[in-house]
């Protein structure tokens, strides 16, 4: 019913910047809140940053000040711009949306497939 695909990963050195990107399609009717979360290996899955349908966010404090989360209602994606990025913030990231799809008028949660942040000494 509903495909939630993010992209921009990779391997970067610490102090570099990457933006993920996370587009939701299928049978969309509206999309409360985008979240992404992130699991390194060994480590429980933790959410990393929210952003709810008017914009209001929120972050996991190692990340407030150098991680920027946003969104675009209109194509029904969310992105993460991460800055200052260091070593311990390598991690399989996914994105949730909360969505509730047409016709039914039901939410859900669905989740991305992952995209992989490596960041190097």
């Known amino acids: 019913q509903v495909q939630l695909v993010e992209s921009g990963g990779g391997l970067v050195q610490g102090g570099g910047s990457l933006r993920l990107s996370c587009a939701a399609s299928?049978?969309?009717?509206?999309?409360?809140?985008m979240d992404w979360y992130r699991q390194a290996p060994g480590k429980q899955r933790e959410l990393v940053a929210a952003?709810?349908?008017?914009?209001?966010?929120n972050y996991v404090d190692s990340v407030k000040g150098r991680f920027t989360i946003s969104r675009d209602n209109a194509k029904n994606t969310v992105s993460l711009q991460m800055n200052m990025l260091r070593p311990e913030d390598t991690a399989v990231y996914y994105c949730?949306?909360?969505?509730?799809?047409?016709?039914?008028?039901?939410?859900?949660?669905?989740w991305g497939q992952g995209t992989q942040v490596t960041v190097s000494l």
């Open positions: 952003i709810s349908s008017g914009g209001a966010t």
């Open positions: 299928g049978r969309i009717r509206s999309i409360n809140t």
């Open positions: 949730l949306a909360n969505v509730v799809t047409s016709p039914s008028w039901k939410s859900g949660n669905y």
